[in-house]
């Protein structure tokens, strides 16, 4: 019993010595940070929206931030070698925030729906 | 393993020579603790003030509206009034009372742990209470708000002529003490709990602070940055929110209400907490669906929070909106309900004894039940629009904000006050005021949904003479309220200097806190403990002494 | 009972910058990360709320916020994404150095990203400055009021799309309307205002038939496109660029400081492999700040680009 009574908290990561990201993965991501941005403003200037749907380019240029935010949680904020709970911390902040949309705009995108009104 | 006792009640009968009140005596030593045990007794000051000058002006309103005519106060003078009320019993009583206080002294003990995970960003959280209490109190010199503790747009950006901006920026400063002891209380139940603290053995009331803090970090920061964006249009006039230059006031109730709904679930939660400490702790039984209550906690929190457009059905938010909205606060009414039937639960066949506490535990299930099965009738989207902005709804808010969380937190505060200052307040006149609290607050409410129900509507200061009989009814019952509260301010104090000394363990119960001397020491244990019962244990397996609990409680285990 | 004296035991030993409510460095560390996540999901509903502003108006007013936007400099904006990407990256490398306990690779790593953060202000501020010359800061009274100021920041713009002054408070707008190339006396903006005149967007979306319904009664009064009613809306988006680049801003600063605090802690060698979590949690906050600002450039600066580039939708 006293194994299990050793720590306190969730001890998941007690005495860890701390991970040495090796430098190829902080230098790759630079690389597609960089190389998005540069991407994202080339885009931009082509006008997708009239060639394939309207919204088209601001779907890629958000397509390409996400990546690129993924990029930098997972690697330069060290979340892919994390315990679980800052996995879902990381997560839950975005769910949120999509929350937070989603019910605001299900009422902006229904204004003129007008299902019941007289 | 029940050997293994490092905590066991012999070794606290002797009491440690400094307890947290007694290491140091200059107000230095109070204004820049760090102790958890302190800054909830700073908190406590504090609050207590706020609720004092919130109860003002609730006397004030209840005496206009004694009559008719809008005699005692002008109608612009009863805006500010009822404005103010709200604000500060909302934001500055009832958000941090239980959290701030009972949840800042307790937890870390609940769970075995020396402090808070951060002793110095709980005490800063005090002083942004401190800073955003005192902005909103000389605002409130100045001259006051009149716009609703709603803050509805464009009235209070382009037309009240009130303190709006110094008040939002008080609430503003305010959030960030609410999101810091929310993210201190999450971060000290994942890293700091004793060893064999699982999270299965943890009590109720931590579960429920937990949900809390989720809802106080996911929420507030959306109210903060709502009233700055308030506050900007109000300075500069850009029409964001001004409809007649292209602005959107229903996307200002939007975000108020995406943190405003989940508020009323921190102003709810603690003290759901607190029953289900009262309610298996006097019943000497453990708790009945422990699992439940716990996930139902976290439940209401992640719900809490798809509901906020049931306050928005007349606003002219669209009919399906209104529809989802209505749904879902059908559904988030749920885990509600399932504890208030494993409350019930537990009461069934248990060794109930009828302390004070437990008083107030069994007031808040019959109050809370009318509170939150009226707000059901408000959720259903046809008959809201007859109740909408009547006293139907002020009274369904009080019966669960007062008849709910502030009884739980005098509950609380009467069932934890020995361990907090060592000493026992009078039986006997805690118990009468419980009893006047009850019925001093049902007279003052229940009218009110009658009142409602009838079409009265809420926020004016005159009202048509057929309701002022119903409407003498409440202010009675509110005077008769107030007595109520001023007796425990009384009989607290009194025991603060007079009161027997408190034992480590007066009720006799198994949890942690019971477990180190009354009032702690600063390190809240001698030596850090081993928790290695379950919670609500109340079989000798938990080290408990049956034969002090048969003789005092005549228990039959 | 001998578990229970190892707890004592380690309970005793205090290594150098734990806190006394920690058990152990281990756990102290784990908090302080958890807390600076928490932290973090705190300031995303925080600027969540004013991207869920910015989504409402955006879908409202699309045309405004293109408008609005093209006028931004993406040249400005892009290159500042560049410089927080490599401050990012030498933030990085400190959180790594002081994991390695190398002292002076810390303290360099530390003061690039303290410079690469204040070249980014630097731009800012060169772009506000641009803003208030041109006098579309969206607060009347914080823009530029001298008539011959405004006449020579026009002229070496030289833009057509930069915005000209309301010739005079009094003059009704419809006079205004039409002559968005005139120059000379009417460059006067005594009172500070927002300017914005160039409703052509508006034009070709009308005739490219792209406008919303919403917009079809937000920018036209009698079937007329009206200047004074598109230039509030463009004013909205002026608005929320003003506020979200200026809470990021000022999230920089905060930033900076904490750097400051860091570079002295540094400097006197108290990071190492068993106590490194203030470079850690600190590098947590900065890199946030910077995914904060890779959403913010194509927002405010992209949208509506192919527009100037001959797009027709
Ligand atoms: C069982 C769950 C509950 C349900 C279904 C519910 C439902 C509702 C609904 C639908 C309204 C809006 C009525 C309207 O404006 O037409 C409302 C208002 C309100 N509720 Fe509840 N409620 C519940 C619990 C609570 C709790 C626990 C609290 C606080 C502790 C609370 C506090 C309030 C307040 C303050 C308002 C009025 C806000 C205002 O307009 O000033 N409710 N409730
Ligand atoms: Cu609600």
């Not at chain 1, 998005?36 to 240029?61: H, K």
């Not at chain 2, 409809?243 to 003290?271: C, E, K, N, R």
């Not at chain 2, 006149?429 to 003052?444: M, R």
């Not at chain 2, 363990?505 to 928790?531: D, K, M, Y």
Request: hydrophobic share 50%.
């Amino acid at each position: 019993m006293a194994e299990g009574y050793k720590t306190a908290g969730d001890a998941e990561h007690q005495h860890a010595e701390p991970h040495i990201v090796p430098l190829i993965y902080y230098f790759g991501v630079f690389a597609v940070l960089v190389f998005g941005t540069i991407i994202t403003y080339f885009v931009a200037t082509v006008d997708l929206d009239g060639r394939l749907f309207p919204g088209a380019n601001t779907l890629i240029a958000l397509l390409i931030a996400f990546f690129k935010m993924t990029c930098v949680v997972l690697i330069f904020m060290h979340v892919r070698w994390s315990s679980r709970l800052i996995w879902l911390t990381a997560i839950a902040g975005f769910f949120w925030l999509a929350i937070m949309f989603a019910f605001t705009m299900q009422d902006y995108l229904t204004r003129s729906a007008g299902v019941f009104t007289g | 393993m029940q050997n293994v006792n490092p905590i066991n009640f012999e070794k606290i009968k002797e009491e440690p020579k400094v307890n947290y009140l007694t290491n140091g005596f200059t107000v230095k030593s109070w204004l820049l603790t760090k102790d958890h045990k302190r800054i909830a007794i700073l908190y406590l000051i504090t609050v207590s003030a706020f609720f004092a000058l919130g109860g003002t002006y609730a006397s004030l309103i209840r005496l206009e509206l004694l009559t008719p005519a809008s005699d005692l106060l002008q109608s612009g003078t009863y805006n500010r009034v009822f404005t103010q009320h709200g604000i500060i019993m909302v934001f500055f009583f009832l958000i941090p009372s239980i959290p701030a206080i009972l949840g800042n002294f307790l937890i870390p003990i609940m769970i075995g742990a020396k402090d808070l995970a951060f002793p110095k960003i709980n005490l800063l959280s005090w002083y942004f209470y401190i800073i955003g209490g005192s902005l909103t109190l000389y605002a409130l010199l100045q001259g006051g708000v009149d716009t609703g503790w709603t803050f509805y747009t464009p009235y209070s950006t382009t037309f009240s002529n009130s303190y709006v901006m110094a008040v939002g920026l008080g609430i503003f400063i305010n959030g960030f003490s609410s999101i810091l002891t929310g993210l201190n209380f999450i971060v000290t139940i994942h890293t700091m709990r004793a060893p064999g603290m699982t999270w299965f053995r943890m009590p109720l009331f931590v579960w429920a602070h937990y949900a809390t803090s989720l809802v106080m970090l996911l929420g507030t920061p959306v109210i903060a940055i709502t009233v700055l964006l308030l506050a900007l249009e109000r300075l500069a006039r850009i029409g964001i929110f001004d409809p007649a230059i292209g602005g959107d006031p229903i996307l200002f109730q939007h975000l108020f209400w995406f943190y405003s709904h989940p508020a009323v679930y921190i102003m709810i939660l603690p003290g759901m907490g607190v029953i289900s400490e009262l309610i298996s702790n006097f019943s000497r039984k453990k708790i009945f669906g422990y699992e439940f209550i716990a996930f139902s906690s976290i439940a209401i929190a992640v719900f809490g929070f798809l509901v906020w457009g049931h306050h928005m059905f007349v606003s002219g938010q669209s009919v399906y909106a209104g529809l989802v909205f209505s749904f879902l606060t059908m559904v988030v009414s749920v885990p509600s309900a399932i504890k208030v039937f494993n409350w019930s639960a537990t009461l069934y066949k248990g060794q109930i004894s009828y302390d004070t506490p437990m008083l107030y535990a069994l007031f808040f299930i019959g109050l809370f039940l009318i509170g939150g099965l009226t707000g059901l009738f408000l959720g259903s989207i046809g008959l809201t629009v007859h109740l909408t902005d009547t006293y139907f709804i002020v009274a369904h808010f009080h019966y669960v904000m007062v008849g709910g969380q502030v009884l739980a937190y005098l509950g609380g505060l009467h069932y934890w006050w020995p361990k907090i200052t060592g000493k026992m307040y009078s039986e006997f006149w805690s118990k009468i005021a419980a009893i006047i609290i009850f019925v001093g607050f049902n007279l003052t409410f229940f009218p009110q949904f009658i009142l409602g129900y009838m079409g009265m509507p809420r926020r004016y200061a005159s009202y048509p003479p057929e309701f002022q009989v119903l409407n003498i009814f409440s202010t009675a019952g509110a005077s008769i309220l107030a007595i109520g509260l001023i007796i425990p301010l009384i009989y607290l104090t009194y025991s603060i200097f007079f009161g027997e000394k408190a034992s480590a363990n007066p009720w006799l119960l198994p949890g942690l806190e019971w477990r180190t001397s009354s009032p702690p020491p600063t390190e809240n244990f001698e030596e850090t403990p081993i928790v290695y019962w379950e919670a609500y244990d109340f079989t000798e397996e938990s080290g408990l002494d049956l034969e002090d609990a048969r003789n005092k409680y005549k228990v039959t285990v | 009972m001998a578990h229970v004296a190892d707890i004592h035991d380690e309970h005793h030993y205090h290594p150098p910058g734990l806190q006394h409510q920690f058990e152990d460095m281990g756990q102290q560390q784990e908090s302080a990360s958890i807390g600076m996540w928490m932290f973090l999901v705190q300031e995303i509903m925080f600027f969540g709320g004013l991207f869920t502003v910015y989504l409402v108006f955006r879908s409202k007013y699309p045309m405004a916020f293109a408008a609005g936007s093209n006028h931004l400099d993406a040249f400005w904006g892009g290159l500042n994404t560049l410089v927080l990407i490599v401050s990012s990256l030498t933030m990085a490398m400190a959180v790594r150095s002081a994991q390695l306990g190398k002292r002076n690779l810390q303290v360099v790593f530390i003061i690039l990203t303290m410079i690469f953060g204040a070249v980014f202000l630097g731009v800012k501020a060169i772009e506000y400055s641009a803003k208030y010359h041109e006098g579309i800061v969206p607060v009347s009274g914080l823009n530029l009021k001298t008539d011959k100021e405004i006449r020579e920041s026009d002229e070496s713009a030289g833009s057509p799309q930069a915005p000209v002054g309301r010739q005079d408070p009094n003059e009704s707008l419809n006079t205004a309307l039409g002559d968005h190339d005139s120059h000379g006396e009417k460059y006067v903006n005594t009172r500070g205002d927002f300017l914005w005149k160039d409703t052509s967007l508006v034009v070709q979306a009308q005739q490219g038939n792209y406008l919303t319904s919403d917009e079809k009664i937000a920018y036209f009064s009698n079937g007329e496109i009206s200047q004074a009613k598109f230039q509030d809306k463009v004013r909205i988006f002026f608005f929320i660029y003003f506020v979200m680049t200026g809470l990021h801003a000022l999230h920089m600063i905060v930033g900076l400081g904490i750097m400051t605090w860091l570079l002295w802690k540094a400097w006197l060698g108290t990071f190492s492999a068993l106590y490194y979590s203030p470079v850690e949690i600190s590098g947590l906050y900065w890199h946030f700040v910077d995914i904060v600002w890779i959403f913010l450039f194509p927002l405010l600066y992209l949208l509506g680009r192919h527009f100037l580039h001959g797009g027709g939708h």
